[in-house]
């Protein structure tokens, strides 16, 4: 029992986050946008869409983890879903990329981890494909694993996550809130100089737009020049430095999955991806020379579920046309840029590697510049 105890101070001390209504930014009053949230305000909000983690915090040096996002409750490899990725800037490895460009689908749960992590992760989901019943004549999966390097908290170079980490983020997926903050992926991550984290929002598209849902999840661990709605929250805080010469606190990576209802096809897909940039950009991040910042974008509409299964050979879905698809653009933009502050918020303080510390973003301070601002009541 002591030890237990030990166990739950540790994780209060490093700063262990999970769902919670006050760390929020909608909650503390910051509303973004002007679409309405789905019920729970996260990418969960589309229906079955799971989320599961796997966080690995570990003595003094280890703050790494695992998050998977399961996009429906069929086998995936069976029932692909219409996909595509869109690179804001290419400095990751993110594996998967080029069969999801030439073929427009995802066969597999998408992974988050760390940079050195990528090929274990990948190990595991072939292996979790593979084991599948429906599987047994599988010689080929397209694993896709994105990441964000947490090096400067993470002891990154002793490659910690082992594969039954990642098959218990898979098994762990569920319906319902989602855990944010210095979870799962986002456990050692950066963002804006503060410590970042797993992030997610959702927006409810009117029904005489199309009555969609689009959800968002991010992985925030990069930088810039952070705003927040459209407040300069990092110059009026001077967390960054620009003197003439060097503007630091900017390299990182951000990952972003994007998943909405709407009956989209790749091409569309991937339009939608490169607004989820627009919602980075609207935080202060600049997608920096250094900066791995990918965007995963894939519709699980029933429809197109059923008609992409292996046992048909033709398309038979309803596909939204082009004039509709400003509402989904919308939708996503907010979504992204509220996910990437609720990252913020909702991550703590946390110690780690050779003993760094990096502060949580000090949200009584956000406040009243949003109110300074007029931005807030």
Excluded at 12 to 40: M, P
Aim: aromatic fraction near 6%; proline fraction near 3%.
């Amino acid at each position: 029992m002591r030890h237990n105890h030990s166990l739950l101070l540790l994780s209060f001390l490093i700063g262990f986050s999970v769902f919670s209504q006050d760390k929020r930014a909608r909650d503390l009053g910051i509303k973004i946008g002007v679409f309405e949230t789905g019920e729970l305000n996260a990418i969960t909000d589309v229906k079955g869409v799971t989320i599961g983690h796997k966080t690995l915090i570990q003595g003094e040096n280890i703050r790494t983890g695992v998050t998977a996002i399961i996009p429906h409750q069929k086998n995936l490899y069976q029932y692909k879903v219409p996909a595509a990725i869109y690179i804001g800037n290419g400095f990751g490895k993110l594996t998967g990329y080029s069969q999801v460009k030439e073929l427009g689908n995802i066969e597999t749960p998408i992974i988050l981890t760390n940079t050195l992590n990528v090929p274990v992760a990948a190990e595991a989901l072939i292996s979790y494909t593979l084991n599948q019943k429906e599987n047994h004549e599988v010689r080929s999966v397209n694993a896709v694993v994105g990441e964000t390097n947490d090096g400067y908290l993470n002891d990154i170079r002793g490659r910690h996550l082992k594969e039954k980490d990642v098959f218990e983020a898979i098994e762990n997926a569920k319906e319902g809130p989602v855990a944010e903050g210095n979870v799962g992926a986002g456990t050692g991550t950066v963002c804006f100089g503060f410590k970042g984290g797993i992030g997610t929002s959702s927006r409810k598209i009117p029904e005489a737009l199309g009555g969609y849902t689009v959800g968002v999840l991010v992985q925030t661990n990069f930088g810039g020049v952070l705003e927040i709605n459209g407040v300069p929250v990092g110059q009026e805080l001077k967390k960054f430095i620009y003197d003439n010469i060097t503007l630091n606190n900017v390299d990182g990576s951000c990952m972003i999955v994007v998943i909405t209802d709407a009956p989209l096809h790749s091409r569309n897909l991937e339009r939608v991806a490169k607004r989820a940039m627009l919602g980075l950009a609207k935080t202060g991040g600049i997608a920096s020379n250094g900066s791995g910042d990918y965007v995963i974008a894939l519709s699980v509409n029933e429809d197109n579920i059923k008609s992409i299964s292996l046992d048909s050979k033709l398309y038979q879905s309803t596909i939204l046309k082009n004039e509709a698809m400003t509402p989904v653009f919308l939708a996503t933009i907010e979504a992204t840029e509220e996910a990437i502050i609720n990252s913020l918020f909702a991550a703590e303080t946390m110690k780690g590697r050779n003993k760094r510390i990096i502060e949580s973003i000090p949200k009584e301070r956000v406040i009243e510049l949003m109110k300074k601002h007029k931005r807030i009541k």
